[in-house]
């Protein structure tokens, strides 16, 4: 039995690549951890919400069951506790400065969370761990964003898992939520680049390719240990 757990879904990625998992034969179930539950139904999802800060806490078993009113989800909680189930693990938990309120908020979220999940999928027995991080992520970077990030990957790689799949995107292309002003400007000046299909590794990248790349990289065995997947490969990956 293939599992995925993914948190970090109410983002521009997150929703592209619960949808690239719900559409993957080969996972029977896909997991969504987060703060809430979202307004959407699968026969495959089942939707985990708590205290994300207390994320190394929970038991996933029981969570399940409590949602397992039938019985239905009997066997995956079978497999999860007797180690019989491969589990894949992604995050693209994220925010930005001005959405969190503060550095220290921002900090919170962008490696804290982060580290939480991979800390308690990976005591679950999750063997891959995916996660989205940024172009310029440098844990000695004067940039705060890009430090926080290359820190987060840092972190990740000293949890050892078996695959870990660091995805350094460029800016990002898709529909947000919220307006961003700068990223805007960004995207009207550098969307030619897509256009003209130049600079593959700065060029604008879509929120689907992401997600696409990544289910890819996890789903193929001959991947091992820790690789970093850049913008550019991220598009070829996703055609």
Avoid: C
Wanted: aromatic letters at 10%.
């Amino acid at each position: 039995m293939k599992i995925a757990l993914i948190s970090g879904t109410s983002g521009l990625v997150g929703m592209q690549l619960l949808h690239q998992l719900l559409q993957a034969d080969r996972y029977e179930y896909v997991l969504s951890v987060g703060r809430r539950k979202l307004a959407l139904k699968h026969p495959k999802l089942i939707q985990l919400s708590g205290d994300m800060t207390q994320l190394e806490f929970w038991n996933y078993s029981e969570l399940i069951n409590e949602q397992s009113l039938g019985g239905e989800y009997h066997s995956l909680v079978e497999n999860l506790e007797n180690g019989n189930a491969t589990i894949h693990a992604f995050s693209s938990l994220g925010t930005t400065i001005k959405q969190a309120g503060s550095e220290e908020k921002f900090f919170a979220v962008d490696h804290d969370l982060v580290l939480y999940f991979a800390k308690s999928v990976k005591k679950m027995g999750a063997t891959g761990f995916f996660y989205v991080s940024s172009m310029g992520a440098n844990p000695s970077s004067n940039v705060f964003y890009s430090k926080v990030k290359g820190q987060t990957e840092e972190d990740l790689k000293s949890l050892d898992f078996d695959h870990l799949g660091i995805f350094r995107p460029s800016l990002l292309l898709g529909n947000r939520h919220e307006f961003r002003f700068g990223e805007k400007v960004a995207t009207i000046v550098m969307k030619p680049l897509v256009w003209l299909k130049l600079f593959k590794n700065i060029r604008p990248i879509y929120d689907y390719q992401v997600a696409k790349a990544m289910v890819s990289v996890a789903l193929d065995e001959n991947r091992n240990g820790i690789k970093i997947i850049s913008s550019g490969e991220m598009q070829d990956l996703s055609k």
